[in-house]
């Protein structure tokens, strides 16, 4: 069984905690939190010990590794404190909002065999990873085009749209990272499309976009297409579609139940789409945790390691210079 | 060029007509109707000769060959009066009404070399085709089980219900052909549950069902279900599934468009069906066209004959039975 | 917290047992098996006390309720004793295979109103009763005709079948009981037909059916079409469509993963359903401890009760009579 | 009855002269074609006049009005001819591949309030209609985002590529009018990426490409992604999607035929698409007709027009520059 602790237990950190818990080959060391009630409550919950600083997290022989889910600019350095304890992290995405940041802790980790795990959760969905196998086993031929669409269920609150470092790096992250799984090749030049038309006051005031458009194209060729929006009104749509020399695969939406309705003026009406990341990847988080024990276990590279956290904040970087300059940004010009 | 007249130019006689004039095989050698002024229409708009009567048809040397779209109780007289004139012919089902009848008309047409056709216009539906292509081929195995989903959109008026025979003749006599048409097997055995829910007055006044089920089993076990419905307020409903051993087939339904609707309340909401059997057998009304022809032109059987739809009669009058016995009837009870 | 021991840990009990420990308001008091081995591995993997019999859970005073998931032939005995005990149960399905059993026990517990539950988990997958809240709430109007298609994957193995008591007892039973609460109402006609096509040696051997299509009908004319196969080679499948006088509701199939694959054969490819119950049903099974919980909270008599466990298997009995006599039966002559 | 001639009579010639005899309100008044026996060919089916010349067509009385479907260089020459004898024209699409010629014809025929109408034929596909229309109902809101997928089934042969001017102005052509049929106002931007994957010799003969990416932008922030590929080998892929304030519709792609495949592998495949233009848009090919009919029996102008035909070409030339100069282009810098 292999001990893991869990810092920060926001609605995130909660759910991982539930899932470590849950965990055929891994158990739940303890939590903590800065906000000492919220891991008061998980640690009675879950009947697991409430560290009382993250040092002391790390400075335990009861844990084995730790799983950080923190606030965003806490991950940085909470990552070089746990590599240097010896523990073995699982992070959630973003590493930091800075791209200078991100390389400084690439720095000081460098060399390290300890495994590092980046949360890019939808590359454990069980239909998106059916689309990379469709590529990656020859059923669809060489890969040409990729169309990532992902748009969110609602606007997030304005306190968070306020200091989420803008679209790119709050939400087109996972798309980014999700092009990086499906293409199997470096992206080198990147042009985006930004427009204010959710809440153009709000995004006016940010100086970020609501609805936005991304091509990334690789050396060879290979284009992939993402579409998001920061508010479907009909569910957390996500839906990848890669098309290829011998056919076609796409990952479809998922609707809250299946059950199809019939009336006078329709057909086939299914339900709105799961809604939101947590009840939509739920099962990818699970998976995300057995692949973090799996790592620890083989003391092997994660499959989603610090360097894809790196490579998804330079395409964020190009598609903010791309928009700003109207043109076309290859990624040698980032980071 | 195989010129075919057209007896009875209803909504159903009409749309034969067209089709006949439009196809690349055939021409349209004029048109009679006991409704004079329904012919002419017919017969200016598609510049073709108005037949006086349906002798004038049969004895004409303009016409290889007659459609028959008449009311039902002439279907028989007119069938024997065509193959006496040596034309072959294609026949709206039903045949008539009576077994008796039919099997009269079996009796004097006996021996004929002369194609016969029936209008079970379902056969050459793209999608129902397909199930048997499926089943011919092997695709699923050994056939099981057959469900047949068939209802109609709406109530037909009173004045109709009230002559047709009965739901087993009037509407069901399409699954019972269906059926036979997927099972591949001779039906020997029939059970039938009938309910009077949609029009309930009329219904009991008429003696008749508007919401009823049949089950059919063959000789080797082979099952087939039909529910029918007099009324599917979402449209025309018409579907065909087909289990076998290994796999199964489904022909499922034709919304009237393409488009599909997502909003906060629903998700992938399609179109109502098409409505109605013209509409939605457009495509199969034009091939048992196309499938006369060849039979005409080959001297051949056609691929649905007089005997086809003498079975399903049969299996019309066993479900009559099996509803007033409450019993399973065996085929060899009837005819 | 509610504290619930359960009783037999086998492939279903040991999966109740863990939904049990996950439940955030029930925590699992204990586990029971006469294969003390069984016992031992989840006592230990989930921590909790392993009883040395049933007499010692129905004793313990640190057992709130029981799940009883023995074998079957146990389960009328070990449900008279928790009753007798004051401790309210959630017993698998079927009570027992004899109805005579089945009324015998009801007559031992008249009169209780400590709460039992049938484990007719189906009642609580999301899309059966989204079709069962679409009747409630009139989005279909008067339901009119009921379809149920339900096959297992493959045939379980012969050992199971032969002391099963026939395929209306060990796989219709739930489909019964799905049958009863879609339609609302009683059942008061049920006429069935059965075929050997799966493993006709077998069946003929147990004079048992594995492929079968059952008829209800109630007493204002629904009717419910029941169709099972011991294998469908495509997965595991379970579909409820309801048509009423203002539209149509369907639950459909689940495969297992929203992958769609394209190629130069074909379109649209989904996976294979998922297979097998407990994949299918695991979001039931959690809402059906959830559902147990609530009414042993309430002192409220459970959705799903032992009165329901006995219809279900008049309606098997029913249609044992009706295949072998091969007419409708009456459900007054039964039971 | 308005009678129509048809010039050129090559496959869309050819459909376009059915349609027209098979119109209701409209009759074939000849045919010519530069290449005579197909012109008899089809003159001689249809049993209409073979017309010696273009002149000769719009020197007839007997012709009210004309549709080109020449080869593309003719296109502006006998447009132009057609308006100076004062007949209605419905022309294919494009006008010209040169934008100059295109406003040279547009300066000759200024003022003229003879219909001219262009084949933009996608616009009267009865699912694409869909989508504009929830559009302007307001059944999804304010539009946002637009995605069109548009992909053949496999390369036009070399020789066409070569004459072509390129996959912006053979192919892109359709989608830019689609764009602009649901967008609903005016482009302004416009940034294209192009690959050659399916065939990188032959594109990089033409200096074309066979998979591209373009998107365009109107003044208030609207999006529209285009992807195109010369080779989809599951069939000619045709999508339209539309997401809005309040909701999405999309027009999906439409398979051969309506059965669905289950085996032990898969389930739900579906046919591959409906394979090529002509059967896919036949339709719409014919709805093109009726609104041809009906703009020139009302002398109102068509639903598309000679400078919805010129926008096109100006989005073209606007992607071609994108992508030559690697930036956003504004429409303004274009003709």
Redesign the interface.
């Known amino acids: 069984m292999l001990k893991i602790a869990v810092l920060g237990v926001g609605r995130i950190g909660k759910m991982h905690a539930e899932n470590i818990a849950?965990h055929?080959r891994a158990s739940l060391a303890g939590v903590f939190d800065v906000h000492g009630p919220s891991a008061k409550e998980v640690s009675q919950?879950l009947g697991v010990k409430q560290y009382e600083s993250a040092e002391a997290v790390f400075a335990s022989g009861d844990v084995d590794a730790v799983l950080i889910a923190t606030s965003t600019p806490t991950h940085a350095d909470l990552l070089e404190q746990a590599i240097a304890a010896g523990k073995p992290v699982l992070c959630e995405k973003p590493i930091d909002l800075s791209l200078e940041r991100v390389n400084a802790c690439a720095a000081r980790i460098a060399g390290t065999s300890i495994p590092i795990m980046l949360g890019f959760v939808r590359r454990f969905d069980?239909?998106h990873?059916?689309?990379r196998n469709?590529i990656a086993s020859g059923?669809?031929?060489?890969l040409?085009?990729v169309?990532i669409?992902s748009?969110d269920p609602g606007m997030a609150p304005a306190s968070y749209i306020e200091v989420s470092g803008g679209i790119f790096r709050d939400m087109t992250i996972h798309d980014f990272d999700m092009a990086r799984f499906i293409l199997g090749e470096d992206v080198t030049?990147v042009?985006a499309?930004g427009?204010?038309?959710?809440d153009p006051e709000l995004m006016a005031k940010c100086a970020d976009y609501d609805?936005v458009?991304v091509?990334l194209?690789t050396a060879s060729?290979?284009?992939c297409?993402i579409?998001n929006?920061r508010?479907?009104?009909?569910?957390y749509?996500q839906r990848v579609e890669a098309?290829g020399?011998?056919?076609?695969?796409?990952?479809?939406?998922?609707?809250?139940?299946?059950?199809?309705?019939?009336?006078?003026?329709?057909?086939?009406?299914?339900?709105?789409?799961m809604n939101f990341f947590i009840e939509r990847y739920a099962d990818a988080f699970a998976a995300e945790i057995s692949a973090f024990v799996d790592a620890v276990e083989k003391g092997a590279p994660p499959e989603v390691g610090f360097e894809d956290g790196r490579q998804a904040l330079i395409l964020a970087e190009a598609a903010m210079l791309s928009i700003s300059e109207?043109?076309?940004v290859n990624t040698n010009e980032i980071g």
Chains 1, 2, 3, 4 share one sequence.
Do not use: C, W
Not at 139 to 142: C, E, H, R, S, T
Not at 195 to 198: A, E, G, K, Q
Not at 231 to 235: D, E, K, N, S
């Open positions: 849950a055929p919950k069980t239909g990873r059916a689309v469709a059923a669809i031929g060489d040409h085009q169309i669409t748009r030049e042009s499309t427009s204010r038309l959710v609805t458009t091509v194209k060729g290979k284009q297409i579409n929006s508010r479907a009104v009909y569910g749509d098309l020399s011998g056919g076609m695969a796409i990952s479809e939406n998922r609707p809250l139940n299946g059950m199809r309705l019939y009336s006078e003026q329709f057909t086939d009406q299914a339900a709105p789409l109207g043109r076309s």
